[in-house]
Nanobody, 113 residues
Framework: QVRVVESGGGLVQAGGSLRLSCLASGTIFNIMGWYRQAPGKQRELVARINSGGSINYADSVKGRFTISRDYAKNAAYLQMNSLEPDDTAVYYC?????????WGQGTQVTVSS
């Protein structure tokens, strides 16, 4: 069964850090990444990394967030530093395999001011 499962969300003060983990199973994804959705807003791309190592970040997180992959563990990670209240959202991991996207259940990140 192909799936991804996120973990690592929580409550943190502004300026703090969190590390999100995404464990994949059932396949090695071509692309893994993170989207987020804040209340009343559309889901937006945060960061993604492909099998060739190319990385894309949303402008709002550049210089603060770092995405990485560990192929031995079939996992992806999102290190989030200098967190801001505007980063508060549900963060979703996804993996792309061919034309199919597989989504995790989401993990809540709340940044207090």
């Amino acid at each position: 069964q192909v799936r991804v499962v996120e973990s690592g969300g929580g409550l943190v003060q502004a300026g703090g850090s969190l590390r999100l983990s995404c464990l994949a199973s059932g396949t090695i994804f071509n692309i893994m990444g993170w989207y987020r959705q804040a209340p009343g807003k559309q889901r937006e791309l945060v960061a993604r990394i492909n099998s060739g190592g190319s990385i894309n970040y949303a402008d709002s997180v550049k210089g603060r967030f770092t995405i990485s992959r560990d192929y031995a563990k079939n996992a992806a990670y999102l290190q989030m530093n200098s967190l801001e209240p505007d980063d508060t959202a549900v963060y979703y991991c996804y993996g792309r395999w061919g034309a199919l996207d597989y989504w995790g259940q989401g993990t809540q990140v709340t940044v207090s001011s």
